[in-house]
């Protein structure tokens, strides 16, 4: 059962557009949400994340946006650059963080 | 700042011998210490996760064992290898009783031929 799903396995966008990774979710329970950034044979670096009792959190040009009635958060990344392009795992956990469950990965090229 | 290693950073092993992959964490005290396994193509698996010295959770049953002899220390092992552990291992920490922000180290490719 795939409680954490990131259907979209690549995104292309342009230099300087914004970039809309989604991730839904299917446990109610999830209450701390964070996204982390993976170049290929490293490790995830942390990115961004956001409790559940707020609907947003900014971090320079990385923005992750929550909708708890529809179980969904999203990563805007305004404005995009060539060193962007990686893998973005979206990783959700309950009270206590000791199990992180991530989505799949969505891999992002941008493009000059 | 905290740092963590991993080592090796790359591995090939044949079928049936058997492996030990070392993690260790600097800057902190007493970190919540996991074992996540990446296969190609999938996303991260939690293996093992340990909150204190000899302390281990085991998440998923398989051919892999984990231990904790020392406080920034976390091993990962088996004595047999499959064809199946091949995938990239990752050690991350965490601040016990902090946010839930997990940190990885730089990971390890093991190739089982």
């Known amino acids: 059962d795939q409680q954490v799903k990131q259907n979209s396995p690549s995104l292309s966008v342009q230099e300087g557009r914004i970039s809309i990774l989604n991730c839904d979710y299917t446990?109610?329970?999830?209450?701390?949400f964070l996204w982390y950034k993976k170049y290929p044979a490293e490790g995830p670096t942390f990115l961004i994340s956001?409790?559940?009792?707020?609907d947003k959190n900014e971090d320079g040009r990385f923005t992750v946006f929550l909708n708890k009635s529809a179980k969904h958060l999203s990563l805007h990344i305004v404005p995009s650059q060539p060193g962007d392009s990686a893998v973005y795992f979206c990783?959700?956990?309950?009270?206590?963080?000791?199990?992180?469950?991530f989505g799949t990965g969505t891999q992002l090229k941008v493009e000059l | 700042s905290q740092t963590i290693h991993q080592w090796p950073a790359t591995l090939v092993q044949p079928v049936g011998s058997p492996l030990s992959l070392e993690c260790t964490v600097e800057?902190?005290?007493?970190?919540?210490l996991y074992w996540y396994r990446q296969a190609a193509g999938r996303g991260l698996q939690l293996l093992f996760y340990?909150?204190?010295?000899?302390?281990i959770s085991s998440e998923v049953p398989q051919n892999l064992s984990a231990s904790r002899p020392q406080d920034r220390q976390f091993i990962l092992s088996s004595k047999k290898l499959l064809l199946s552990d091949s995938g990239f291992y990752l050690c991350?920490?965490?601040?016990?009783?902090?946010?839930?922000?997990?940190?990885f180290g730089p990971g390890t490719r093991l190739t089982v031929l």
């Open positions: 991350a920490w965490r601040l016990a009783g902090a946010a839930d922000t997990q940190y």
């Open positions: 446990n109610s329970m999830f209450d701390y």
């Open positions: 956001i409790s559940s009792i707020k």
């Open positions: 990783a959700a956990t309950t009270g206590g963080g000791n199990k992180l469950t």
């Open positions: 800057g902190t005290s007493n970190p919540n």
């Open positions: 340990s909150v204190g010295i000899g302390q």
